[in-house]
């Protein structure tokens, strides 16, 4: 199994920019293919990015893509979620994940979660 720790959550004016980090332990990271997600108050939890373990190959929400880069240090690891261009829609809970294989954009593809990190924009 691996356990998985975010990091680098906070409060940030819109337009701000903040790096969440995800740190794996247990087993190595490049075993896993890795995920954020996030999850607004009253709204169900959504998927976020996505980096496959071999490529590797990247995905994203198309309300991300262009602001958000995700990527992994298998030396250190540790995944990262890059967030600019912050706005306030962006306020959430944000939840790293991982699994063995990538298999698409739904809670259940994965297996394992952190406890997640508070992303608060304000406007």
């Known amino acids: 199994q691996v356990q998985l720790v975010e990091s680098g959550g906070g409060l940030v004016q819109a337009g701000g920019s903040l790096r969440l980090s995800c740190a794996a332990s247990?087993?190595?990271?490049?075993?896993?293919?890795m995920a954020w997600f996030r999850q607004a108050p009253g709204k169900e939890r959504e998927f976020v990015a996505a980096?496959?373990?071999?490529?590797?190959?990247?995905y994203y929400t198309d309300s991300v893509k262009g602001r958000f880069t995700i990527s992994r240090d298998n030396v250190k690891n540790t995944v990262y979620l890059r967030m600019n261009t912050l706005k306030p829609e962006d306020t959430a809970v944000y939840y790293c994940?991982?699994?063995?294989?990538?298999?698409?954009?739904?809670?259940?593809?994965?297996?394992?979660w952190g406890q997640g990190t508070q992303v608060t924009v304000s406007s």
């Open positions: 247990g087993r190595t990271l490049s075993s896993y293919t």
């Open positions: 994940a991982a699994n063995l294989y990538y298999r698409g954009t739904y809670d259940s593809d994965y297996d394992y």
């Open positions: 980096v496959t373990r071999s490529g590797p190959r990247t």
